[in-house]
C-alpha cells in the first residue's frame, strides 16, 4: 500500500501538554502533507514537507521527514483543548504525468483535555 | 478567497435510490478531486478532474457511481442505485494543479446515509 499510516490511532493528553504522531508510508515520495479535520468537517491543509527537506515549522506545529525510514512525525506544541481533532498524513508519490494524488492513511484521534 | 463549496451537506436515502452531490471549487483551480471518507477511516479517492479530463478514476465503481465537470468548473457526483456500504462523508477538493504541490482546499463534505 502506498498510504501512510498514522501512530498512534488515539492519543489523550492534558492542555499544555505536547502531542507527537507518527506516520509511515512505502512508496517513494515528492512530499508529505499533514491535515487536520475537526468532527463533521472537511479537512484543513496544515503543512507540508517534500522529500529533500528534513524539517519544517509552523507555528506551534514541528513536522520531521526521515525518507531513508520513510517515516515523518508531527509534533504539536504546548497543545490546547482546540487541537483536538483526528490528524492525516497523506503522501504524494514520485510519479510522471498529471494522474498522481494524495493517499491518506487512516489518521490520529487527538484529544486535549482541558 | 472562498473556499470550496459542496452541497448538500447531509443527505439520507433508501438503498436502491440516486443521489446527487455538487461541488465548486477554489476560482482558477484546475484540479478537482472526489474522495469518499467512510467513518473511522481516511478519505480514498474516487475520481480526479485536470479542467474538464478525467484523470484517474481507476477506484471509482463505474457500476454505480459517476461523475462529471463541466466547463472545467463546478462538478458532479451521482450514485444510482446506492447500496447500504456507500454510506460515508463524500468529499470535494481542489489544488492549483495536478497533485496538489501546495496542499488541496477540501469542502466540508456531504453525510450520506443509506438506509
Known amino acids: 500500500s502506498q498510504q501512510g499510516e498514522e501512530d498512534p490511532q488515539a492519543l489523550s493528553i492534558q492542555e499544555g501538554e505536547n502531542a507527537t504522531m507518527n506516520c509511515s508510508y512505502k512508496?517513494?515520495?515528492?512530499?508529505l502533507q499533514w491535515y487536520r479535520q475537526n468532527s463533521g468537517r472537511g479537512l484543513v491543509h496544515l503543512i507540508l514537507i517534500r522529500s529533500n527537506e528534513r524539517e519544517k515549522h509552523s507555528g506551534r506545529l514541528r513536522v520531521t521527514l526521515d525518507t531513508s525510514k520513510k517515516s515523518s512525525s508531527l509534533l504539536i506544541t504546548a497543545s490546547r483543548a482546540a487541537d483536538t481533532a483526528s490528524y492525516f498524513c497523506?503522501?504524494?508519490?514520485?510519479?510522471?504525468?498529471?494522474?498522481?494524488?494524495?493517499?491518506f492513511g487512516s489518521g490520529t484521534q487527538l484529544t486535549v483535555l482541558p | 478567497e472562498a473556499g470550496v463549496a459542496q452541497s448538500p451537506r447531509y443527505k439520507i436515502i433508501e438503498k436502491r435510490q440516486s443521489v446527487a452531490f455538487w461541488c465548486n471549487p477554489i476560482?482558477?483551480?484546475?484540479?478537482l478531486y472526489w474522495y469518499q471518507q467512510i467513518l473511522g477511516q481516511g478519505p480514498k479517492l474516487l475520481i480526479q478532474f485536470q479542467n474538464n479530463g478525467v484523470v484517474d478514476d481507476s477506484q471509482l465503481p463505474k457500476d454505480r457511481f459517476s461523475a462529471e465537470r463541466l466547463k472545467g468548473v463546478d462538478s458532479t457526483l451521482k450514485i444510482q442505485p446506492a447500496k447500504l456500504e456507500d454510506s460515508a462523508v463524500y468529499l470535494c477538493a481542489s489544488s492549483e494543479g495536478p497533485g496538489g504541490g501546495y496542499g488541496y482546499t477540501f469542502g466540508s463534505g456531504t453525510r450520506l446515509t443509506v438506509v
Open positions: 476560482s482558477g483551480h484546475a484540479t
Open positions: 497523506a503522501i504524494l508519490p514520485i510519479s510522471s504525468g498529471s494522474a498522481r494524488q494524495l493517499t
Open positions: 512508496t517513494s515520495i515528492n512530499n
